[in-house]
């Protein structure tokens, strides 16, 4: 069974057919990319497989419930966590902090959250276990605003990894990075691989060809190949577009 499963998506925005007939699933443990050029459809995609845009017809399952239309809340809740292009923290929070709101535990406490995660040692050591494991053990009192930008990027994957998902969506996670932020994410990435089912949106096709599984081409809001990266670099398409560099 699929932990995250899109059945003949089709979104459309009045007269303007965003998505058309997308199918597409991750396995547990698998890391299965998207890539495509601007304006191909991946972000709305995203959108819909989290619940912050409900397709127009078609179907979205997470380990075979379908939860077509579920806020984004409530599919969260069954084990979807994604992060974003755009990013977004409690810039006045530290980096602990941001990590123990984000848990189970604290999310279900609404407003008290922020004073229950403050000085809770059960609290602490599940955060600093998940900045650990990005690499930011050593930051954990800093505020985020206070992080440089890749340090930020790794924290709000953090974030995401703290709400303890199945499903990790992963929105163009090197966006604005150097060679060596990519390289950290990378190895992040890396480390996740076969522990949860990730999905992931990039335009570095060399971070992407190097880590998964499987990728899927959206152009003009369709899936127009896909398969493992070996075989992507076969494709005629794929081979004519500015990713046959790595053919």
């Not at 292009?85 to 929070?93: G, H, S, Y």
């Not at 984000?102 to 999310?107: C, E, I, T």
Request: some cysteine; aromatic content about 6%.
């Amino acid at each position: 069974m699929s932990a995250l499963e899109a059945r003949q998506v089709h979104v459309r925005f009045g007269d303007r057919v965003v998505l058309e007939e997308m199918n597409f699933s991750v396995a547990p443990g698998e890391l299965h990319g998207i890539m495509g050029p601007n304006g191909a459809g991946k972000t709305t995609f995203f959108n819909v497989l989290t619940g912050r845009v409900r397709p127009s017809r078609g179907h979205v399952l997470v380990d075979g419930k379908d939860v077509t239309g579920l806020p984004p809340h409530r599919i969260a809740a069954l084990g979807v966590a994604r992060s974003f292009q755009i990013m977004t923290l409690f810039d006045e929070f530290s980096a602990l902090e941001n990590v123990a709101l984000a848990r189970p535990a604290f999310r279900a406490q609404a407003l008290h959250g922020h004073r229950a995660a403050i000085g809770d040692p059960e609290a602490d050591a599940a955060a600093r276990l998940v900045l650990d494991e990005v690499g930011l053990g050593s930051k954990a009192h800093v505020l985020a605003r206070d992080l440089s930008y890749g340090e930020r990027r790794a924290l709000e994957i953090a974030v995401a990894l703290a709400q303890e998902p199945r499903v990790l969506c992963l929105d163009e996670p090197t966006s604005g990075l150097g060679s060596d932020g990519i390289a950290r994410i990378a190895e992040m990435v890396r480390r996740l691989k076969g522990r949860l089912a990730i999905v992931a949106i990039e335009h570095d096709m060399e971070f992407l060809f190097g880590l998964a599984d499987r990728i899927s081409v959206v152009h003009w809001g369709q899936v127009i190949a896909h398969g493992r990266p070996d075989e992507l670099k076969a494709n005629p398409w794929v081979r004519r577009s500015n990713l046959g560099r790595f053919g």
